[in-house]
């Protein structure tokens, strides 16, 4: 697509800003006063136990449904975003958990999907240039991008996902579990796609179960606990703390569990 | 220990894990990795084809003899532009029964407009075509809006058209068309003059050399691999050399028909909409994974509308082509094994039932062997009910090469 028509961003620059987001579905009481901002190159990690809110938040950021109270404001304006293409058009875009591509497809109709250049006689030679240097800005290690996505490794599917949300130049790039199914390489990878994308100026919202790698990744990691923001911290916060912070008890199982681990092996702990 | 810098290398070839040979032998090599992932594209055709053709000219050598491959030619048109909507609602992994029906109406109403009514022919085709869209349309609304699957509309509409048909052409039951009139004739006589042929066979040659050069060319100034000359002249060659054999031979017959023209020419205008327009990737993307085309924007409701259109308005330029081809519109037009070979068409070329594959091709590739057994049978003098039996075990045999061919691919990767 076309270069950013608006003046990119500066860095630091709140992007978005939620105050005072509830959502309810009938009588259950999802998100209660949810109050965020996300800044111009900045990765901030979105925490907290099943059933937290993390994806209902991400869902109305995404235009899937609207928010039953509250402001959010989009580079400085309030807006409201009632549905996927508002999200996509304001500049936020969503990698889903289970990413979406068709398989039968290859890497470069994936990208262009549902935005391809010129309809009336699709323009592959430009598609594929634009792909490549999409890739290769994002160092991302596709061989081939007219090999259908089937052939792809679950990272490389990432990558893909990742990418064509960035195709339509979006202020804002929103990940759920963007390392879930991945093992320890392509986890890397994907991280440092996060990070590259961050130094292109976006701002970058990422949900994850992983604290190893929220914490590798995040500049400021929010924690949600049953529908309510259950405290901030940076990526030097320590584990207890996190944990803490996501049961909601400095007494609870992983604290139970690393105490037990500690008095069985307590050289190894201490060294550790 | 520092490898040399390998020679500057185009944009999509930099990556060391592809593996690339443009030589011929490369070429090959790739071909027989496509055959082995279950990649299948038009082999099995080709090769069944190949059977058919020997195997019914050693039980009866007129098989082969440009009389009998005219009349064959003649024959394809009107199930195969059937056979070409099929192809549509397939990719999108739908279905549509009713096509037989719908062509069985699309006669009787030409021959009723047309012969009782005593409209002009064109108004009565166009009317019948326009029925045929309206009731792809019907389907579609009731699977969008409704949620009713297309199995179940359009058996519904099978029966229901079929009444349709029955009742319009009323206690006569049979409407016969003057065979002096230039429609009987252009289903039956109309031949291309031997120079059009010719001119037409070198077409595809020139075109493709045209349009890939240019492409190749881009590709370059783009700074993307172009693909070798050599073998893009040796597919030129192969194409041009094969049609003008395939247009001499005809022409030792009474020639090239202009139906199965018209036909060749729809298929040629699907195949440039389903792979070279934004309306094809769509058609592709839904039948691939539904919910990620919804979630990339694509409009899942106006692409089935349109498909479903597309389907049963092609059933109508059939049943039409047909009663040209009869010069009749009888109770009998697009009952029996119609509705069957214009299915079982698509899915042998290669259209796979499970959406999100195949070509327009396939309908002309499939039409070719379903009429080709049926022309052979029907020269042994064996009854249609071996013919249904025979028919009936050719498209199990495609459908389970499709579906190995789909559990091959799975495994390899290739979608």
Known sequence: MAEATGGRPQAGEVLLRLTGISKNFGAVQALTDIELEVRAGEVVALVGDNGAGKSTLIKILAGVHPQS?????????????????????????????????????????????????????????????????????????????????????????????????????????????????????????????????????????????????????????????LGRNNGEFTAEASNEDLVAAITGATENAVSRRSARHAARHPASEASA | MTMPDPAPTTLDRADSRLHHDDSLTGAVHAFVARMRTGDLGILPVAIGLVVITVVFTALNPVFVAPANLVNLLFDCATVGFIALGVVCVLMLGEIDLAIGSMSGLASAIVGVLWIQA?????????????????????????????????????LAGLLALLGMQLYILGSTGSINLPYASGFVHFGQLMVMPAWVAYILALVPGVAMLVTKLRVARRRRAAGLAAGSLTLLIIR?????????????????????????????????????????????????????????????????????????????????????????????????????????????????????????????????????????????????????????????AVLAIAVIVDSLARASRQTHGRG
Request: charge should be positive; proline fraction near 3%.
């Open chain 2, 236 to 392: 030129v060659a192969i194409t041009t050399v094969a049609l003008v054999a395939a247009v001499w031979y005809l022409n030792l017959g009474r020639g090239v028909p202009w139906i199965f023209g018209l036909f060749v020419a729809a298929v040629v205008a699907l195949d440039y909409a389903l792979k070279r327009t934004k309306w094809g990737r769509s058609m592709f993307a839904i039948g691939g994974n539904r919910e990620a085309a919804r979630r990339a924007g694509i409009n899942i409701r106006r692409i089935t509308i349109t498909a479903f259109m597309l389907c049963s308005s092609l059933a109508a330029v059939g049943g039409v082509l047909g009663a040209a081809r009869l010069a009749s519109a009888s109770r009998q037009a697009g009952t029996g094994d119609v509705n069957l070979n214009a299915i079982a068409a698509a899915v042998i070329g290669g259209t796979s039932l499970f959406g999100g594959r195949g070509s327009a091709w396939s309908a002309l590739l499939g039409i070719l062997v379903i009429q080709a057994i049926s022309n052979g049978l029907t020269l042994l003098n064996l009854s249609s009910s071996l013919r249904y039996m025979i028919t009936g």
């Open chain 2, 118 to 154: 005593g409209l002009p022919i064109g108004i009565a085709i166009i009317a019948a075509i326009a029925v045929g869209a309206v009731m792809g349309l019907v389907y579609a609304l009731l699977l969008v809006h409704l949620g009713m699957p297309s199995f179940v509309s359009t």
């Open chain 1, 69 to 225: 109270a509250g402001r959010i404001e989009f580079m400085g304006r309030e807006v409201t975003i009632d549905n996927p293409a508002a999200a996509l058009s304001m500049g936020i875009a969503t990698v889903f958990q289970d990413l979406a591509l068709c398989e039968n497809l290859d890497v470069v109709a994936n990208l262009f999907l549902g935005h391809e250049m010129n309809p009336w006689q699709l323009d592959e030679v430009a598609m594929e240039v634009r792909a490549w240097t999409l890739l290769q800005e994002l160092a991302a290690r596709i061989p081939s991008v007219r090999e259908p996505v089937a052939s792809l490794s679950g990272g490389q599917r990432q990558t893909v996902a990742i990418a064509r949300s960035l195709l339509l130049d979006p202020k804002i790039i929103m990940l759920d579990e963007p390392t879930a199914a991945l093992g320890v390489a392509q986890t890397a990878e994907v991280l440092n796609l996060i990070e590259r994308v961050r130094d292109r100026g976006l701002g970058v919202i990422v949900i994850s179960h992983n604290m190893e790698d929220v914490r590798a990744v995040a500049d400021r990691i929010v924690v949600l606990r």
